[in-house]
């Protein structure tokens, strides 16, 4: 069985490491996420600090908004949206990872100290009961304050997420 994290689209073109993981992978995806990157290419605001990894992320952003734009794999993207908290079918990356993206709905259960897009992420973390995966530690930072019970994991901590025994807290 993969082990599953709820994630962002951005931070898989971000951080190549997490496409190709020593075991399997499903990365749950909260479909305004994916939204977000036609944002980022749509503007000249930068993704990344270095001009050169600026470049290569709105490259591999644009490569991202290609493989959910596929004929089969957007016919499976449109069956997820239908209805709320939706999921589609794995879309498989390569032999270790897919996605998995859902219909995730911000209810504003957290109020305006959390975004939507990251109440979308707790949302998702706590109704699929697996982890978050981000790099964001003023998030990470919000869901200890505010005592959310989701598990969330820095990307740096990759690894030892992926060898993590614990059950969702």
Do not use: C
């Not at 994630?7 to 020593?22: F, K």
């Not at 209805?83 to 998995?100: G, H, T, Y």
């Not at 209810?107 to 992420?121: F, M, S, V």
Request: net charge negative; proline share 8%; no cysteine.
């Amino acid at each position: 069985m993969p082990r599953r994290f709820v994630i962002e689209a951005v931070m898989v073109t971000i951080y190549g490491q997490l496409l190709i993981p020593p075991t399997d992978v499903e990365y749950v995806i909260p479909y305004s996420t994916i939204m977000e990157l036609y944002e980022m290419k749509q503007h000249n605001d930068p993704v990344m600090p270095n001009p050169g990894d600026d470049a290569h992320v709105k490259q591999k952003i644009g490569e991202l908004i290609a493989f959910f734009e596929e004929s089969f794999n957007k016919k499976k993207l449109e069956r997820a949206l239908a209805a709320p908290w939706r999921e589609s079918p794995p879309l498989p990356i390569n032999d270790k990872v897919s996605f998995i993206v859902v219909n995730a709905i911000d209810n504003a259960e957290y109020g305006e100290a959390i975004d939507p897009i990251e109440t979308e992420l707790i949302l998702t973390a706590l109704k699929e009961q697996i982890p978050v995966l981000t790099d964001q530690l003023e998030f990470t930072d919000k869901v200890i304050e505010a005592a959310i019970p989701v598990q969330v994991f820095d990307i740096e901590d990759f690894e030892f997420a992926l060898e993590e025994d614990s059950q969702f807290l």
